[in-house]
């Protein structure tokens, strides 16, 4: 079986690193295109930003244009990690259309609570089913979440792959972050997880007002994958984090360390509190406090263009379903609709409301179920059997 892999940053390195591995153990032909940049990475404009990584030695000479490489071999499968956005879509049609490959799709993230720009974004996922084969998802609940918000993909279920070993970070590197960003080994450490949607002020204000009242943390926070780099954020992190007393860990792969040094872990709940549940951490949800959970079915922010989200804007989505006004998106998200696709998401804030904040109790198996079907660290298992059965 010949495979490409590709991903055009390090977040996106981190769902689809356990699936390269497990395909070169099993000795199927490998070629894999990625980056460990925390910006995104074009391979046609960043090529020495990419790694190039094969098992296979061979003169024959495919060349893709979206990669802008030749392929050692005529691929059976390309494997990413996103859709909507190039550089994905650009080699996504060229290997179905230039190669009939056929195409998988590693979720990045878990639609576990049902939302306006949820709602859009699987709409706007189903453009691209007519040419991906197969979309890995994490669990059960997750699928039928996403099918609720109108998703009309091929998914399969096999749990993240992204948390099969990433969580493993061997101690002499944990040592070596604590050393470069100068970690208190007298203090509790606090890791504060970005937003970059509606919410994202409400979040801060909160934080801010934590920092102050806890002196005796020391604190850190995960940006958005790129936030620190886009324009309308980038203020808030250069030259310095605009809050006091907290510092920002701007190179994505130094995250799976902190997930690790850091004891209690602090946002509103999202799929990245999956590997706060999985290593038992203390985890403070500020969903109910920021207004999120009401804010998420509210359709003013993006009708109005208001919002500080990136996706927060009427003109993105009139333009992705070729609507012809804000009337017409507001019909297309209409009250009805709405309740339709949240019907659901009471399971998800019923099991948070058991560990609001700073909850002892750290036995997280309901959170973990509705994250991951299995929990096994055999995701990529899994995808690599699909695969093969195909």
């Known amino acids: 079986m010949n495979v490409v892999v590709f991903a055009s940053d390090a977040k996106g390195l981190s769902s689809l690193n356990s699936t390269i591995n ?28 990419f790694q190039f990584l094969t098992n296979v030695d061979s003169d024959e000479k495919i060349f893709s244009e979206s990669l802008g490489t030749n392929l050692p071999f005529k691929p059976d499968w ?14 996504i049609l060229e290997f179905k259309q230039k190669f009939n490959a056929k195409i998988g799709l590693i979720e990045p993230n878990a639609a576990m609570i049902n939302g306006v720009e949820g709602f859009l974004e699987n709409h706007s996922k189903n453009r691209f089913v007519p040419y991906i084969d197969v979309f890995f998802d994490h669990s059960h609940f997750i699928s039928s979440q996403r099918k609720l918000m109108g998703f009309q993909g091929n998914s399969v279920v096999v749990g993240n792959p992204k948390y099969d070993s990433n969580l493993n970070v061997d101690p002499r590197l944990i040592e070596s972050i604590k050393k470069t960003y100068n970690v208190d080994p007298h203090k509790k450490k606090v890791l504060l997880f970005s937003l970059v949607n509606s919410s994202r002020d409400a979040l801060f204000k909160e934080f801010e007002k934590f920092v102050k009242e806890h002196d005796e943390y020391q604190f850190f926070i ?18 310095k984090f605009f809050i006091d007393g907290v510092t920002p860990i701007l190179n994505e792969t130094d995250i799976w360390s902190f997930f690790n040094i850091c004891d209690i872990h602090m946002g509103a709940f999202s799929s990245i509190f999956h590997p706060s549940f999985l290593l038992n951490k203390k985890v403070v949800d500020l969903s109910r406090e920021i207004g999120m959970r009401d804010r998420m079915l509210d359709t003013s922010p993006i009708l109005n263009s208001e919002g500080r989200g990136l996706e927060d804007k009427a003109d993105l989505w009139i333009r992705t ?8 998106l507001a019909e297309f998200i209409s009250d009805s609709t709405l309740k339709h696709i949240s019907k659901n998401n009471n399971i998800v804030w019923n099991i948070v409301n058991n560990f609001v904040y700073l909850n002892d109790n750290t036995n997280y198996d309901s959170e973990l179920e509705l994250f991951d079907s299995f929990n096994d660290g055999k995701s990529a298992h899994r995808i690599v059997n699909y695969l093969e059965g195909k």
């Open 78 to 91: 390309l494997i990413i990690n996103r859709e909507r956005w190039n550089p994905e879509t650009e080699i």
């Open 222 to 239: 995960k940006p958005y994958p790129g936030e620190p780099f886009e324009s309308q954020f980038s203020n808030q992190y250069f030259p």
């Open 22 to 49: 497990e395909l070169s153990k099993r000795g199927h032909n490998l070629f894999a295109i990625v980056t460990q940049d925390t910006q995104l990475r074009y391979p046609k404009i960043h090529g020495n930003r």
């Open 321 to 328: 379903f070729n609507l012809k006004s804000v009337e017409e």
